[in-house]
Each structure stands twice: as C-alpha cells, then as structure tokens.
C-alpha cells in the first residue's frame, strides 16, 4: 500500500519541506539522534547491565591491541600532535533549502564568517596526551576550570575522564577505556572522550605548562574554523556544488572508511579509532569528519533566515539560549543527517557524549558566534544543586578534614570524654544511648553470625579504627584500610596508644578538648593484631591481584557503601576476599548523594524508567550478593549517633545484614 502523497505513478515526487512526508523522513533523523544518544546512555550504565546486539557493528581493530595501563610515552603510544598554521578564509554557513536531503531548522539559513589566520592540532587531543594532564593533578586544581566547570566536576566528584576505567591502585594512574559494550585495554591513540567543560580545563592547563605559540592562550575550535581544514573535496563548498560530495549521501557504514577520504562515520566501526589511521584532510588536519564529535566555541545559534518548521516547532529554539555549545563532525556511530556535512547539533557543557576537542591559538579573537558574553564562564551547570555546590567543590577532601577527624574519634571511641567530665550525648530523658558504640556494635555483630573460621578479618573503611579493634578481640588478624589518609594516620597513632587530644564541640566556635581512649577491654595484643593501611573499597579485585589483600574469614563495610563512586565494583570484588563460608556484614544507610556516587550507580532510590516501579537499594543488593555466591543471614536495623555540637546530632538508622559465602 502507498500513501497518495507518495504516488509516483504521474512521475517523480519531490519531498520537501512543505511535503506532509517530511514529518516522516523527520521521524528517521529523530531516531537516528536517539540511537546515538543511547549508545552514550549505554556507554555510561553499569557494563554488568548492558548487553551487545547481534549485528553490531564491529571495533576498531586497534581495541584489541595490548597497551600499557599507565605512563603511555608520544610516539610509542599515541602520536606527536604538531600545530599546524591554517591562513585566513571565508566560510559561508548554511545548507541549501533545495538540497535533495532532510534536514533540521537549525541548518537552514546563511551566515559569512571571515575567518583570521589561525593553529590548529593535527588531530584531537588523545587519550595519551589527557593522560598527562589527570596525572598531574588538572582535575584537583580549581585554577584550571571556570567557576561552573568545577562546580560540575566536584558535583559528579570526578577525578578523570567518565569513560576512563580504573585498573590500577588508587594512585597509580593505570586506566582502560569503556566503549558501548566492552572494556578494552586503553587506547591511548584514540582521541579523549571529555565534556566542553574538560576540553576548556585542559587549553588552560597546556598553556601554563608550555605556554602558546600565539598571543593568546590555547581554546578549542569554531564551528568556522571547523569547516575550513575539513577536506575541501567535502566542505561546504564542494557539497553545494556537487550532492555526492556530501559522502553520507552515497556511503553506507560499510563504505565510509574505505578509500584515501575514508572517516569513522556511520557506524562504520562502533568504536573510535587512532587519530592518525586516516589522511589527512589538504590542511593537514586529521579525522575533521567522524571518530570524535569535536566541542566548538560557539554557543548554539540560528543562521540569518531560521525559520521553525511547524511540526517540530520547538527542536532548535530552546536550545539557543547561551548554554549549549555547538559540536561538530560527527562521531563514529553518527548516521543520517548526523554524518552530513551540513549538520549543526549541540550539547550542553556538563553533558557526556562521543566528543573530544583539538587545541587552536590565533592572535585574534575566535570567530565563534556566543549569544551573550561570558561563554558559560558565568552560569550553573547545575542549578538545583546550589546548595550542595560548597560542599561538593570540596569532596574530593571531605574525609581529611581535621573537623571529620574529631567527629570520627568521637564516634569510634565512645569512652573518650570521661576523663574530662564530657558526655557524648548530652544528659536529658530517654538519651538514645543505645545509639553510640556504633563501630563495636558492628564488629560485634560479624562475630555473632560465626563464621566457619575465625583467623583473619578485614575490615573496609576502617574510619579512625574502632571497628578492627574490636574485631581483634574475636579474630586473630585483622587488615583494615581506609581511603582517607587522616583517618589511616589517627588509627595507627591509637595503635601506638599515642596521645590523641580532639575536640568535641559544644557551641558554635566552643569546643572542649579531650583525650581518645580505648575502651578497657582492649589489651596490648588486640591492639598488635591489626593491620592499618590505605587503599581503595572499588579496587578491591586489583588490591587482591597485587597480594595487598588476603581471603578473610570474616569481612565488615560499615556506612561506607553509599559513598563509593563505584558501588558495584566494590561489591564485585568481595567474592575475591571472602573464604568459603565466611561472613560478610554490610551497614549501609543508603543515603544516595550524587556528590559522592554518579546516578548511573545509585544500587535503589529512584523509579525504574519504564515501568515507574520503585527500585529499592535492599532489594538490588540482595540481587547482587546472590548473584555472587552470598546467602543472606541475618539483617537488623542498627541505629548510631554523631554529634555536630553538644544540642545537635544526626541520628541515623542503618540497615545491617549478614552474608555467608557459599561458594
């Protein structure tokens, strides 16, 4: 069956914008938008949940080749990224309205852009060349990022790049790469995965460390400047001229790499490639089309002439509003209009997707269209987070405070404070003293659930060490690790029974001063059977490889969980340090903050997006442990009380539940 409009019986129908059936030809682009926007979604779930099509397309070959994890070396490992001087031009924007494609409102239109001389990269910054800028600390220094750029990163508590993989110790900077689908060994070659946010941190710290070859310091491209090194046998230019310059017009995904002009478009490869694997384009500039979107300057705008199309009235105009950059190029899963030279899409600063940067300097001014001055440099990238935004600016740091250092021995050493006549609670009717002695009541509770054996217990995040030393009264070893290097120092100094005075605090900026004591009962050999040291709750696979840990008889986590940025890795190595019929006890409030722990890994606290049932975290990490060889045992709700000045304190309920290995 045809639909009348389509009728070509009396000859040829042409299609256009006026034509009903453009809606049609509309709901395939749109599709295309989302099938590329979910493989980002995809890219950033959990990789236990994500499963592979059938006929995906393949990766690139160089996934699979064995790269180092760490200290990747330029020439060995990604390659020398000159500047290369590109001379003054004219571009002229627009896609002709009788070009025989479909196409968006946004790319209707015509603006002349002159062009200045300007440098270029020769292609996208790399993973290898990030590398440099993680590894000398670019995501700890505020200096390097605009106010909402490190709002943003401390409020996703990011310390490299999302798509960049842990595989090594805390420290030690060893990294894989998460493609769609798959973890492979990191490509240092392909080009860095980074939000605009990134991009702009990295020109800054590059032109501090060496400074720029112009008079002005490193940025990143213009939308006009993009289209001038882009080949010239399908620019703009060459495309107006000629439909089949526009190579999405006349190739599929299993022809587009093909040839000296071939690029990573179409889904030619599921995957990014080398930076170098293509020519070059006539400027020298390599993957000016596909592989990597490429961040831009400009805001995202509309051309003279922008005109609504009135099915979709609303695809473009909200977004001209100053807070979406414009990306170009296209990626190697962009199809359709998408791959098209024409093509104008945009992301917001903060947001994930398949898009890298290349490094320009110019002694001009870049020739980028802002719809007002600023450029983000003024705006929230999260408004709704206002309020948390101090705090996550500092999360990073959180836990070695001296302020948490007081209010953990407080919490770890209830028996502090008789000395001095100082209460931990003040005295009143019904004082919640069921509430303190929480970090014994918990190595109390691994005890009581017997494991098969009782020889050596370990105890992740270990705070300031109350926990492990009440655990050495019922195991004869006792490793305990914590991330927060403070914390570490404290416990070993209450090992050594130094004296430890910290302050309780009473009102506003009064405090008294008080000795940390030990309960009675903890003798000098408990307090030799334990093991402190740092280390990192989600390495827990890698800190076992690296013989930094042992199998355990006995394994406690306590309020630790929903502070992990990785939950799930952390849970996925527990079958790794735990004996058979050994026990596992895990204290969690479930208190979900994305300052700690991107979304995407919250264990429960939300709606399922299709159905809209609840997800609970219990019931999610009941699946889990299950899944991994555990048996639940028990579980009791274990209330505990920290103090925040003598007539406030949080008071708050966990759940505890006990797990056996099976397996």
Request: with cysteine; hydrophobic share 35%.
């Amino acid at each position: 069956m045809t639909h009348p409009s389509l009728d070509d019986s009396k000859g040829p129908v042409l299609v256009n914008q006026e034509h009903p059936m453009w809606a049609l030809f509309m709901g395939f682009e749109h599709e295309r938008i989302h099938l590329e926007t979910s493989s980002v979604l995809f890219r950033e779930a959990p990789y236990h949940l994500v499963q592979m099509p059938k006929h995906w397309a393949d990766l690139h070959p160089s996934a699979f080749n064995d790269t180092p994890t760490s200290h990747p070396v330029e020439g060995v490992d990604y390659p020398a990224n000159r500047m290369i001087p590109v001379n003054s031009d004219v571009v002229d924007l627009g896609k002709p309205a009788d070009f025989p494609s479909y196409g968006w409102d946004n790319e209707y239109g015509e603006r002349t852009m002159e062009v200045p001389p300007f440098q270029a990269s020769e292609h996208m910054i790399t993973n290898g060349e990030f590398w440099e800028f993680v590894a000398e600390g670019g995501y700890r220094n505020k200096s390097y990022w605009c106010d909402d750029g490190w709002a943003w990163r401390a409020h996703r508590n990011l310390k490299w790049p999302f798509f960049w993989e842990p595989a090594g110790p805390a420290g030690s900077h060893e990294y894989s790469l998460r493609t769609i689908f798959d973890i492979v060994s990191m490509p240092w070659s392909w080009p860095v995965d980074v939000t605009y946010y990134e991009a702009k941190a990295y020109c800054r710290w590059k032109t501090e460390k060496e400074g720029s070859p112009t008079s002005r310091p490193y940025r990143i491209l213009t939308e006009a400047e993009h289209h001038i090194i882009r080949d010239r046998e399908h620019n703009l230019a060459a495309a107006r001229a000629d439909v089949n310059a526009d190579r999405v017009m006349v190739s599929g995904g299993d022809t587009f790499a093909k040839g000296v002009k071939g690029s990573n478009l179409n889904l030619a490869y599921s995957s990014q490639n080398p930076v170098d694997y293509f020519g070059p384009s006539h400027t020298g500039h390599r993957d000016t089309t596909g592989n990597a979107w490429e961040w831009t300057e400009d805001h995202f705008n509309p051309l003279k002439g922008f005109e609504v199309h009135h099915v979709y009235d609303d695809f473009s105009t909200p977004c001209f509003d100053g807070k979406h950059s414009m990306i170009v190029g296209g990626s190697f899963v962009s199809t359709g209009d998408e791959a098209s030279v024409f093509a104008r899409f945009h992301f917001r600063p903060h947001f994930l997707q398949h898009s890298g940067f290349r490094l320009v300097a110019s002694d001009e001014e870049a020739p980028a269209v802002h719809l007002f001055e600023g450029n983000f440099a003024g705006q929230a990238a999260a408004r709704a987070a206002l309020e948390e935004e101090e705090a996550a600016a500092e999360s990073e740091n959180v836990y070695e405070s001296d302020e948490l250092v007081n209010m953990y021995l407080g919490l770890h050493y209830p028996a502090s404070g008789k000395a001095e006549d100082v209460s931990p609670i003040i005295k009143h009717d019904n004082t919640p003293l069921h509430a303190l002695g929480f970090p014994q009541r918990v190595a109390q509770l691994l005890m009581s659930l017997c494991p098969v054996e009782s020889n050596s217990a370990l105890d992740i995040g270990c705070g300031v060490g109350g926990t492990a030393f009440e655990l050495a009264k019922g195991f004869k070893n006792v490793d305990a690790f914590d991330f927060s290097h403070a914390f570490v120092d404290i416990a070993k100094r209450m090992q050594s029974e130094e004296d430890i005075m910290f302050k309780v605090p009473v009102e506003a900026d009064l405090f008294e001063e008080v000795k940390a004591v030990h309960g009675d009962d903890v003798t000098k050999q408990v307090l030799d059977s334990v093991n402190f040291f740092t280390g990192d709750a989600c390495q827990l696979k890698e800190m076992h490889n690296d013989g930094q840990l042992g199998k355990y008889d006995g394994v406690v986590m306590s309020n630790l969980l929903c502070r992990l940025p990785d939950p799930y890795a952390c849970l996925d190595g527990l079958p790794r340090v735990v004996n058979k019929g050994g026990v596992v006890v895990l204290v969690t409030p479930f208190s979900w903050l994305e300052q700690f722990t991107n979304r995407s890994k919250w264990l429960g606290g939300f709606y399922d997006p299709v159905s809209k049932e609840p997800i609970r975290s219990k019931d999610t990490l009941r699946e889990i442990m299950e899944d991994r060889g555990f048996q639940k045992i028990h579980e009791e709700e274990m209330p505990l009380m920290i103090r925040e000045h003598q007539r406030k304190y949080q008071y708050i309920v966990s759940e505890a539940t006990g797990w056996r290995k099976s397996e």
